[in-house]
């Protein structure tokens, strides 16, 4: 069974830190690894998309790794705020271009001030 | 350019009632998604349109849901009759083709149903 793991279910850290946020999927021939922010009662925002091919993409103060081998994504945050406080969701595709994605059930991070 | 709209934010409905869901894509993406969240669960995939056809409809619970995407812009998922497992916040999202060069999907703010 295709499935898409995120633990802890929720994290707390001071303003500042440097931070990884882990997700681990069970079938290592995905075809692209997403990764989403959700805050409360919005939609969902992609912060960064990884093809199988790559091994990571960065955004400003985000960068999302993929290893395929070992069925693990991080997305990293660097010198956290209050603002990124939020729920952060990653998503498999494990299908083709433009398929269905399979949802882990997210990681709530704060962000204490 | 506008994002990925989907009406009513909200519905409330009484079990038994059918309620209609309507998204409007991103002008121009012809893959269409439409997943759910119930409490306490994960996202989960419904049905994949791509222009007016179903591409993939493996997530759809029962046949007590039919979506349509008529001339291949806008969709509505309906729910008749509804009953109390069905609320959750529905998502509906939207890419572009292979040839436009992109796989991100983006999803529109969803519907919270909810069904007494």
């Known amino acids: 069974k295709q499935e898409v793991t995120q633990i802890p279910a929720a994290l707390s850290v001071p303003e500042g830190e440097n931070l990884v946020l882990n997700c681990s999927f069970t079938?290592?021939?995905?075809?692209?690894l997403q990764w989403f922010r959700q805050d409360p009662g919005k939609g969902l925002t992609s912060l960064l998309l990884?093809?199988?091919?790559?091994r990571e993409q960065t955004s400003g103060r985000l960068n999302a790794s993929l290893d395929k081998s070992s069925g693990r994504s991080t997305l990293y945050i660097a010198a956290s705020q209050p603002g990124d406080s939020a729920t952060y969701l990653c998503?498999?595709?494990?299908?083709?271009?433009?398929?269905?994605?399979?949802f882990g059930k997210g990681i709530t991070l704060s962000v204490r001030p | 350019e506008a994002g990925v709209t989907q009406f009513p934010s909200h519905s409330v409905i009484e079990k038994g009632q059918t309620v209609t869901l309507r998204c409007d894509p991103i002008?121009?993406?012809?893959?269409l998604y439409w997943y759910r969240r119930v409490m306490g669960k994960e996202i989960k995939f419904l049905l994949h349109?791509?222009?007016?056809?179903?591409?993939?409809e493996s997530g759809m619970p029962n046949n007590r849901f039919l979506a349509e995407r008529t001339g291949g812009t806008y969709s509505t998922l309906k729910v008749q009759p509804a009953e109390l497992e069905d609320s959750g916040v529905y998502f509906c999202?939207?890419?572009?083709?292979?040839?436009?060069?992109?796989?991100?999907?983006?999803f529109g703010p969803g519907t919270r149903l909810t069904v007494l």
């Open positions: 998503a498999v595709d494990y299908t083709g271009a433009n398929s269905k994605l399979t």
């Open positions: 002008s121009g993406h012809d893959n």
């Open positions: 349109f791509v222009k007016e056809s179903k591409q993939d």
């Open positions: 079938d290592s021939a995905i075809y692209n």
């Open positions: 999202a939207s890419s572009q083709d292979p040839q436009g060069n992109t796989d991100t999907q983006y």
């Open positions: 990884i093809q199988s091919s790559q």
